[in-house]
């Protein structure tokens, strides 16, 4: 058993393997150009050069584990600091052993970690390197198509007569298959079976729900397109930074290279809100288009305004709901910790978000200074959106 950098074509191809034979239930891991795609952006970060880890653990000749640990800036009690987060995670199921190993190189050679985990197993292993869970992220979700509304489950019996087979659907990190110990993927609660006409009435009365929840959203703050990410988005950077102990470093530098050309994520609709020439907030949105039938999904990728400015919060999510209508999407999903920089949870419900905090993600972190250590502990010291880490780096 080594565990080596992956460097050259063979560890490299390796890897490319390794991920198909852990999610084989996956088109997208058969997407090697998707894949390497990836990792070429990810190579291109200011710190990549020096601060950017991949490696491989092997066995009898063949890539059984893969880990990385991606640089990024934070500021923590006004300091400035490097950590890393462990990304793309994976192992074959009878290599536990190297699965581990992996991880313990990982906090071997990194000073600090900040990750953004959902998956049990992963998460117990870096608690067991030392990394600490400071608390969960709020997942708030929004239905704009009553055709994803899911089918109440039948009696067992009744599902058989009825032939209603369970399907299942792509995912990373649900569970272990016992064929190879891969992530089983969650089963799809299939969708209610609802006539034409009647959706249409119901999707219509979505519509002026919608229309009706934000006209009394309190704000007649007016919203933009953003084209560009500006000197503007420094100077709302720094008011966030002086106010919220504990931020991922969001300068206009960091979001051009996050969502900007060459992002696995672009491109993206940016919306803002301005007040005497000042950004007082912005909002990433992105629509993905998936399968034969160009089933449409909807997430709000980073919301962060002034701190304090509920009004500006309410005032994008307000329009961002009305983008996603308009791009057909069905669904809206937005993870985020509570902050001075994010939306109020009631100003959440009043635009008709629901929470959906049994599919949370969990931040967790650990520094090598223990004042910085202690401070980053508190998920009310935070401003962090699911953006702004690995868990959506994936994202097609």
Not at 42 to 52: D, W
Not at 299 to 319: C, K, N, Q, Y
Not at 343 to 363: H, I
Not at 368 to 373: I, M, P, S, W
């Amino acid at each position: 058993m080594a565990i080596l950098p992956v460097e050259g074509r063979e560890i490299r191809e390796g890897v490319d393997r390794l991920r198909t034979l852990v999610y084989p239930h996956s088109p997208e891991a058969f997407d090697v150009e998707r894949h390497r795609s990836v990792w070429r952006w990810l190579e291109t970060h200011p710190l990549a050069g020096e601060e950017m880890h991949r490696w491989a653990a092997t066995a009898n000749g063949e890539v059984v584990g893969h880990l990385a640990a991606v640089p990024q800036h934070y500021r923590v009690g006004g300091r400035r600091v490097v950590a890393h987060t462990p990304t793309d995670y994976q192992a074959l199921p009878a290599y536990g052993f190297q699965a581990f190993a992996l991880m313990r190189k990982f906090f071997g050679t990194v000073e600090n970690c900040v990750a953004c985990d959902m998956v049990p197993e992963v998460i117990q292993v870096e608690t067991r390197m030392g990394a600490e869970t400071t608390g969960s992220l709020q997942y708030a979700a929004k239905l704009l198509d009553v055709s994803r509304l899911p089918v109440p489950r039948l009696p067992g019996p009744l599902e058989r007569y009825l032939e209603l087979e369970e399907e299942a659907a792509p995912a990373r990190g649900y569970g272990a298959d016992p064929r190879h110990g891969a992530p089983a993927p969650p089963p799809v609660r299939r969708r209610l079976p609802i006539p034409g006409p009647v959706k249409a009435l119901l999707n219509r009365g979505l519509r002026a729900a919608d229309g009706a929840l934000g006209s009394l959203s309190g704000t007649e703050l007016e919203v933009e397109e953003v084209e560009e990410f500006d000197e503007s988005f420094d100077a709302l950077f720094e008011r966030v930074a002086a106010a919220v102990p504990c931020v991922p470093e969001k300068d206009s530098a960091f979001l051009n290279w996050r969502y900007g050309p060459g992002s696995p994520q672009h491109p993206v609709t940016v919306l803002g809100v301005r007040e005497g020439g000042r950004l007082l907030g912005y909002a990433v949105l992105r629509v993905t288009v998936k399968g034969q039938h160009g089933f449409r999904d909807a997430f709000i990728m980073d919301l962060t305004t002034v701190p304090g400015r509920s009004d500006v919060a309410r005032a994008l999510l307000r329009e961002a709901v009305g983008v996603f209508r308009r791009a057909g999407a069905p669904i809206v999903r937005y993870r985020f910790l509570r902050s001075p920089s994010a939306p109020r949870p009631e100003d959440l419900l009043r635009l008709g978000f629901f929470n959906r905090n049994d599919r949370s993600n969990t931040l967790l972190v650990k520094f090598a200074d223990e004042a910085l250590h202690e401070a980053a502990l508190d998920t009310a010291r935070w401003s962090y959106n699911v953006g702004d880490g690995e868990a959506t780096f994936w994202l097609t």
